[in-house]
């Protein structure tokens, strides 16, 4: 606890003063000149009471001496235990621009736009669970100073013949980049860091504890030379651009080719990380026994969240969607008694098309974000190895062009078929009204290629369940295709295969939903964390 120098009461940060402020007398001070006397001998670490919550294994750092009740990240409420301990001290804090109101209104804005998302998600009683935590944050500084000697390709062409002269590019080159920031903590998510970025590096501060009264803050468990290579990259991507450019300006025909590592010789690149605390109002969103997170910039108020879909509202969208196309398809019954079967079916099978090339390419994305593979802190974590994402573009490339190749083949295919359905859609519409029954055997085909090699990456997924709703839909396009072979122009039974493919299609997306609302809310971790006290709502708000 931080105390006031006037009365002894408590003293809390408050972020529209921009001070810290006495919950008794209402006195305010500078945040740098209030210190613990054992933080003032000690310049590098500070004391601080850390809180452990048993459901979750969050630990919550508090300057009182009285328990919180409640967990920011699994929503228990429960009685936290407690230890003294020394921590050592960051380089530079954020302080907190947006009150919690601003906070709640820029999450309102987010959620007008997902229509489909619980609404518990805007119920104030809700919203007011948001938490103002400090994320610890590497902050990098990256100098280049260096005499540099690289080759460059000069190309010429007479239009007869062509060849190639490589000539060497000398200079020096002096630079600074400061403030290239990345998250410290594991479990952080780099994609919701990324989503509210950026934070203002021009606007941090030095730090000192007491700006930490009344807030959360986590711990830095992800070290530094996880997103090293990052500044490196940047940098050098600036001074190869630079010295491109000088290089072109006597000579447009020159092309410089330098990797990033002789890149990082050439320029003499250096980098230094530096511990950062920034703002983010931080709400975990528990439904059953998962957990979603929502995340607000506190600098910005630039909002972002790994959004469930409420199943309710799914099945009332879909009820309402199926009666907005039923009506119009019943008059058409009656208008067009000959070919309105035939064209239920052709309405249904379009509709398939788009929702299992919409199951197939959100399972891929899902695989993606189910391996963590996109998010380095996690990576290392697992693998104990830093990930470079671009540590050689060729074989990067090479590596991304070998697994989408299915993807790459399928979507030619489709392509093909969808030009050629469209010539003869246009080509027998005045004459039948009613695609050709090559094209339906082809697309219901292709379909169900889709929908199986979605029913093999769901069963791969490790953070969630398998669902068979998919295999309605396989059976749906399977019941297609044997209609076609044995009685293509039976009106009732084309009338049964779009019911069918209808039905296949709606559990097809139930079982995408039920996917993404796994993969957005899952099962509280043991998180590392340490955070404020609950009373500090009044001045934080």
């Not at 000579?251 to 990082?264: F, G, P, R, V």
């Not at 104990?384 to 295919?413: C, P, T």
């Not at 044997?482 to 296949?504: D, V």
Request: aromatic letters at 14%; a neutral charge; one cysteine or more.
């Amino acid at each position: 606890m931080f105390a006031c120098k006037n009365c002894g009461g408590n003293i809390i940060y408050d972020i529209k003063s921009k001070k810290l402020v006495c919950k008794i007398c209402n006195s305010s001070f500078a945040p740098e000149s209030i210190t613990k006397e054992n933080d003032s001998v000690d310049y590098d670490y500070f004391e601080t009471t850390i809180f452990t919550c048993p459901q979750c294994g969050a630990k919550i750092m508090c300057e009182e001496n009285e328990a919180s009740s409640f967990c920011t990240y699994c929503s228990s409420s429960t009685v936290l235990t407690s230890r003294i301990s020394k921590e050592k001290k960051p380089d530079y804090i954020i302080p907190f621009e947006k009150t919690k109101e601003e906070c709640i209104a820029s999450f309102k804005k987010i959620t007008k736009k997902a229509i489909l998302a619980p609404n518990e998600l805007k119920d104030e009683k809700i919203l007011d669970k948001f938490k103002a935590i400090y994320v610890p944050y590497w902050y990098y500084d990256v100098s280049q100073d260096n005499h540099f000697s690289v080759s460059a390709a000069e190309m010429y062409n007479n239009g007869a013949s062509a060849f190639t002269a490589y000539v060497n590019v000398t200079g020096d080159i002096n630079g600074e980049f400061e403030g290239l920031s990345r998250d410290a903590s594991y479990n952080f998510s780099d994609d919701l860091g990324e989503r509210i970025a950026p934070f203002f590096s021009s606007e941090k501060k030095k730090f000192y504890p007491s700006y930490l009264s009344g807030f959360y803050a986590d711990v830095s468990d992800v070290p530094s030379n996880v997103y090293e290579h990052e500044a490196v990259e940047l940098a050098n991507d600036v001074a190869r651009e630079v010295v491109t450019g000088e290089a072109k300006a006597e000579n447009d025909k020159l092309k410089i080719y330098l990797s990033n590592d002789e890149a990082t010789k050439q320029f003499g690149t250096t980098v230094t990380a530096k511990k950062a605390l920034y703002p983010i109002w931080f709400m975990s969103f528990k439904q059953k026994k998962k957990i979603a997170y929502m995340t607000v910039n506190g600098q910005t108020g630039r909002a972002a969240s790994d959004f469930p879909v409420s199943i309710p509202k799914f099945l009332l969208a879909t009820i309402i969607l199926t009666l907005l196309l039923f009506l119009p398809a019943l008059g058409g019954m009656f208008l067009f008694y000959e070919t309105a079967p035939y064209m239920f079916l052709d309405v249904t099978l379009l509709l398939s098309i788009a929702a299992y090339i919409i199951y197939y390419v959100q399972m891929k994305i899902m695989q993606i974000k189910d391996a963590d593979s996109e998010d380095a802190g996690k990576f290392y974590k697992k693998y104990g190895v830093v990930y470079i994402k671009n540590k050689d573009k060729n074989e990067v490339f090479k590596k991304m062009l070998k697994d989408s190749l299915w993807d790459i083949i399928i979507g030619a295919v489709y392509v093909l078929i969808v030009i050629s359905f469209m010539w003869d859609t246009l080509s027998i519409l005045s004459l039948t009204g009613v695609i050709d029954v090559m094209f339906k055997i082809i697309l219901s085909f292709g379909n169900l290629v889709l929908a199986v090699v979605g029913f093999i990456r769901g069963g791969r997924l490790k953070n969630s369940s398998k669902y068979y709703g998919i295999l309605v839909g396989m059976i749906s396009l399977v019941i297609v295709l044997a209609g076609q072979f044995i009685a293509p122009q039976n009106k009732y039974l084309c009338i049964a295969c779009g019911m069918a493919l209808t039905l296949g299609c709606f559990f097809t997306i139930m079982d995408l939903i039920k996917y993404h609302n796994e993969l957005s809310m899952r099962q509280p971790p043991h998180l590392r964390r340490r955070g404020g006290d609950e009373i500090a709502d009044t001045y934080n708000m």
